[in-house]
């Protein structure tokens, strides 16, 4: 497992933009799948991006595609999430975690994941 950190939540009005980004410790992050999901208040928890091991490979929700844009850079052992054109209802807690399959199989369920981090509160005021 690997050991992960977000930041960069905020309070934001509609339209702004964020960027979230997932520190990780540990010398294997590069072999690891990241991925992105939020919970907000009496939802379940949602996927929301997530990138391969090496990058190639990116996937979204419907809800956000086009205005969220996933990254990572293996030499930090950091990714992120950049959020654009952000609405009210993106506000949620959004959480990062790590696949060790690399990204193999279904990246958009939780159970794919074997490490979180805290979380990070975003707001979206209208």
């Known amino acids: 497992q690997v050991q992960l950190v977000e930041s960069g939540g905020g309070v934001v009005q509609a339209g702004g933009s964020l960027r979230l980004s997932c520190a990780a410790s540990?010398?294997?992050?590069?072999?690891?799948?990241v991925g992105w999901f939020r919970q907000a208040p009496g939802k379940e928890r949602e996927f929301v991006a997530a990138?391969?091991?090496?990058?190639?490979?990116?996937y979204y929700a419907d809800s956000v595609k086009g205005r969220f844009t996933i990254s990572r850079d293996n030499a930090k052992n950091t990714a992120y999430l950049q959020m654009n054109s952000l609405k009210p209802e993106d506000t949620a807690v959004y959480y990062c975690?790590?696949?060790?399959?690399?990204?193999?199989?279904?990246?958009?369920?939780?159970?794919?994941?074997?490490?979180w981090g805290q979380g990070t509160q975003v707001t979206v005021s209208s």
């Open positions: 990138i391969s091991w090496s990058g190639g490979r990116v």
């Open positions: 540990g010398r294997t992050f590069s072999t690891y799948a």
């Open positions: 975690a790590a696949d060790p399959r690399g990204g193999l199989g279904n990246v958009r369920t939780p159970t794919q994941y074997d490490s």
